[in-house]
Every structure is written in structure tokens, then in C-alpha cells.
């Protein structure tokens, strides 16, 4: 029988995961076997820099702590799994999905994005979205359009009108 300070231990930990599922919009459920250590410690940091947390927890503990929370990530919970919880939505996703491209020994399993299961096709949609300022420079690009074809309609109706033109 497990002693009460390793129950204490195990409660407690599984009471941080309850917080961390509480404060994030995005939780990510990732297979790392395979990485080097220095390759894990450089996803972390990655992910500290946009506020996400990169964290590894027991199996039994994350499951328990998701079945509070009314998490269903049963299937996906076998072999060594990492959690990363954001508070945000998108770049989280982006530097996994960047990671596991370039690393075959990451491999994104499934996710909660905002309240919503995800799973990695989903996840894979959201990656492909572009960055926020990408996303300014499209909408900017689709206004100067408009704005450049009114002012080359607007040349020739004046250079119509300088021949005597009447339209």
C-alpha cells in the first residue's frame, strides 16, 4: 500500500495539472521518446519564450487529472507523453508542429484547443494559420489591390477625358 506522504505527493501533482488545465486554451498531448535531452530542453525553452510549458507527468496522474476535468485523452495516454499547456492558441501549435517536422522522434498526438477536442489533423489545420503579423500583411496586400485598381481606373478615366472623351 502507498505510503501517505507518496499519496500527498501524487494529490498534489495532480492538483498542479487541474491549475495548468484550468489556466490554458490549449493543451497538447506529445510523444517524445526518442529525443535527446538537449533537443527537449531547446522545445521548452522555445515554448517558454511564448509563455507555454512544456511539462511530463506519470500517465496515471494526467489521466486522473483529466477525468476531473472531463478530458477524454485515454486512448492517446501510452508510452512517454509530454503536456504542453498555453494560454495561447496558435503558437504553441506552430512551434510543435515546426519541432516535429524537423525532429521524426516528436510526434503530436492530440489536444484540447480552446475547450474543444483536437485531434491531429485539427491540430495540423491551426499550424498552417498563418502568423498574426502574416495575417496583417494579407489583409494590408488586399487593401493596397483595391486601392491600386481605383487609381489606375481613375489615370485612364482622366487621360479618356484629356482626349475629349466624354465618358
Do not use: C, W
Amino acid at each position: 500500500m502507498a505510503s501517505a506522504k507518496n499519496l500527498k505527493v501524487k494529490e498534489n501533482l495532480v492538483s498542479e495539472i487541474n491549475s495548468k488545465i484550468d489556466e490554458a486554451k490549449t493543451i497538447l498531448l506529445v510523444d517524445y521518446q526518442g529525443m535527446t535531452v538537449a533537443d527537449l530542453n531547446a522545445l521548452r525553452a522555445d515554448l517558454k519564450k511564448e509563455g507555454s510549458d512544456l511539462k511530463v507527468y506519470k500517465n496515471t496522474l494526467a489521466t486522473r487529472a483529466f477525468a476531473e476535468k472531463g478530458i477524454k485523452l485515454d486512448d492517446y495516454m501510452t508510452g512517454p507523453n509530454a503536456f504542453i499547456f498555453s494560454k495561447d492558441i496558435i503558437e504553441p501549435i506552430k512551434t510543435i508542429s515546426k519541432v516535429a517536422k524537423a525532429n521524426d522522434s516528436l510526434t503530436i498526438k492530440a489536444g484540447y484547443i480552446d475547450g474543444s477536442f483536437a485531434d491531429v489533423k485539427t491540430i495540423n489545420e491551426y499550424a498552417s494559420i498563418p502568423s498574426y503579423e502574416g495575417l496583417l500583411t494579407m489583409f494590408a496586400g488586399g487593401l493596397i489591390e483595391h486601392v491600386r485598381n481605383l487609381s489606375i481606373a481613375l489615370n485612364l478615366y482622366a487621360e479618356n477625358l484629356e482626349k475629349g472623351g466624354n465618358e
